[in-house]
């Protein structure tokens, strides 16, 4: 593996060329890799080492906190001379993260087209496709031949984030189809782009969400995605390194909200003080809501200190139906989450989920029964009957509940995430609870058993 | 969008004339939603108004009971042929989901070099490199010329998974190095091959598993990474389009897992008995892991009895607890998942954990001790300060939990995904409410507080 190399290669700092030349010839990740693990004050002289071409790649790599430092501790021609080179996505990224009075003095050195195309780049809202592309791209007027064509690009830099496609546009600049590269290597040079070009061309819009960006690509296996404005003129193009990167954010805030972590963005290794302000909200409101539940529980002190099996019995209720509800909602979210089902599948989901439950509440029904008559001290073992067929109904409304709640926020075009597994469980409870208690006291003042 | 243009231009199911033009212009995944959502007996005849490129292009595309379905209802002929044409690693997938009489029948009809294509792919075990690699690629001798390798390329087939990339060989089929076609476009056709590829061959073996397949070509921003065999023969390439399936598929696993859907590879709209064998495992699982738990509790049966308040702060304590647990687990699991922690990072991520820990068990401790108060009957407000105290104890717990149990199973290379959500809040449960109510008996007896 190359990222093992890259760290036994690069140990000794005192062998500056040694280091010169590894540095040079390594793969930009595995350099910014290297640079950042050095102490502080080291990271300069390392980068100092790295050609102008390479020194971009690296930078482009490095993560926040370290480009800073990086800015501050380089000459300003040097600085300036990388972030012009930056693909105008990172180089929006990386200005997203800088301190403003930092910016602006980056800003004014920039070329013109260079700080106008920056400029373009972030006056999109965050996580829409504006954001996101990038404006490196091959652009070809349709009346071109394929070989003015090739001359053109072998003309323009080589840097191009992308040249696998050629995107043609008319006169006003509109989109009007694209090219593959290797298509040029399959056809003679006089023919005409517009004959080779297909006419399906798949694109979205500046303002589309990046989620939508990422289902269109994997949906169409593109490895570019064009970008056009509200008059169809081309903007940008959408890479697939950038998705791959997108797709892994978005599981990651699903599976994190799932967890009651709001936002669902924490960083594994995070700052503390992060981690609460993410954390907090969820357990106050798990908190908030059980003191809801609670008022609708209280009442029933009396039932519960009549009957002590209950207290054994309740949390494996608790515990039980929680799981089913979470497993529920998860496969849900998860389902929206990828595109495997929308709101329209809402009846045939429900449809499975209550389906299969049954065969839960079936299986989790009778396992209670038997595990509250061993519980039971024999005047207690009524309860058995009870707890058995309220688990079987909790569970019915625990798949209900997860698969439901979803479908509705998303239907409601907010996000199904919204619901995390604390929310369902506590409001499981809290249903299991009191039907569970209020059939309890029920029996024991009708049938007098106590 | 695209997606909607075919849904409304192919609706006209009586002009078959029409339906053609569209059904061979439109994109192929399009193509394959449509005919999946017809009526089954119509599937054939739109899938025969296909011509035969767009015939298999769409074919691969195509759920596995749809290309069941399609290969007992097509001619032999036409079957061959698609099954043929289609790229080695679809095929494989495909044979894979068939009925071995099936599988048998067809690799008796393919060509012998393709028969044996599948053979080898199949053969590796799935999950790994070799399974999802595809044979299709471009190599070329080391020797060659530009001009010669452009000339070699344009004789071979046009539908090379990707030409984006060729690949150098050395005579023993070693992998030398890549070169990227765009590095074609920008050199003279008499430069020799070896000179412009790069010697940053980033390379993976037929038996590294997807996960890392799909690390490797995020980390270097590939878009189709070589796979060699033990002797560092080039035997296939992975693309990025099957890394990006990969990728959300161990997202879907990871989240699943964590809620207790074993494997964690339910669909959403599977059938309600794939359901049900993927969700009672773990539901057992609780209820197991709560018998164990409840032979610890069952014994304070009378304490409970004794200060009925507790039924009421109980599930309080487990919903908070829990969802605390579920947090850092996931967190943990997550970053384990997108490689943005090891084992090795064991300690400080405890140390975040814990730092953050002491402030949420200080904020949670402290409201847990208000709520009692204002629950608690007067002559029951002492189990106040032992239920904050516990709770602030099992918050500490919690984290603890949720950190190490995932970086230990992954530091004995076990899946740290394991550990689901369920088996952490149970465990927890047990926990706290053992210290609680030993704490609680303590304290009556000690006091004779009642």
């Known amino acids: 593996m190359l990222v093992q190399d890259v760290r036994n290669s690069v140990i000794d700092v005192a062998d500056l060329n040694q280091l010169k030349w590894d540095l040079n010839r390594l793969q930009p990740v595995d350099v910014g890799e290297y640079i950042t693990q050095l102490p502080s004050k080291q990271r300069a002289i390392a980068f100092r080492l790295l050609n102008k071409h390479q020194a971009t790649d690296v930078f482009e790599y490095l993560p926040p906190e370290v480009q800073e430092e990086l800015i501050n501790s380089l000459h300003d021609v040097q600085v300036v001379q990388i972030v012009e080179n930056m693909s105008p996505d990172d180089r929006a990224e990386l200005f997203d993260e800088l301190p403003a009075k930092v910016v602006r003095r980056l800003l004014q050195q920039l070329s013109p087209e260079q700080r106008q195309v920056t ?13 996101v ?15 003015e064509a090739l001359s053109k690009i072998r003309r323009q830099d080589e840097d191009k984030e992308t040249i696998y496609y050629a995107y043609v546009t008319d ?4 989109l009007v189809s694209v090219v593959s590269l290797r298509q040029f290597l399959f056809t003679f040079p006089d023919v005409l782009i517009r004959d080779i070009a297909g006419d399906r061309v798949v694109k979205v ?26 008059e169809d003129r081309l903007v940008g193009i959408i890479t697939i390194d950038d998705v791959v990167d997108i797709i892994e954010e978005e599981a990651t805030e699903d599976i994190q909200k799932l967890a009651g972590v709001s936002g669902g ?45 209950l207290a054994v019995i309740m949390p494996l209720f608790s515990n039980t139906g929680g799981t089913v509800g979470i497993q529920a ?17 809402t009846l045939k989901l429900l449809r499975k989920e209550l389906t299969a439950g049954l065969g839960t509440a079936l299986a989790l029904g009778l396992t209670m029964i038997c595990l509250s008559l061993i519980w039971a001290p024999p005047e207690e073992r009524w309860v058995s009957l009870i707890a058995g067929t ?25 996000d199904p995430a919204l619901v995390s597994g604390p929310l369902v469980t506590t409001m499981l409870d809290a249903i299991g609870f009191v039907i569970f208690l209020t059939l309890i006291s029920t029996a024991l003042r009708l049938f007098h058993l106590k």
């Open 119 to 131: 400029a373009t780049i972030l006056g999109y809202p965050e996580g829409t496709a504006g954001r």
């Open 133 to 147: 592309m990038t404006t490196e791209y091959v652009r070809l007027r349709e009346g071109l031949t394929v070989g």
């Open 171 to 174: 006169d006003n600049r509109k």
């Open 205 to 230: 819009k500046t303002e589309t969400p990046q989620e939508e960006v990422a289902r269109v690509m994997k949906r169409y296996d593109l490895i570019a995605l064009p970008v056009v404005d509200r």
């Open 265 to 309: 963005d924490e960083a594994t290794l995070s700052s503390p003080l992060v981690t609460l302000k993410k954390r907090l909200p969820w357990l106050f409101g798990v908190m908030l809501l059980y003191i809801g539940a609670s008022s609708a529980i209280a009442p029933f002190q009396s039932t519960i200190s009549m009957v002590p099996v």
């Open 329 to 345: 909602l998860t496969v849900t979210i998860r389902g929206l989450g990828v595109g495997e089902v929308t709101p329209k599948d």
């Open 390 to 414: 309220v688990m079987a109904i909790n569970t019915l409304v625990a798949v209900t509940l997860g698969t439901l709640l979803p479908m509705v926020l998303k239907r409601l075009k907010l």
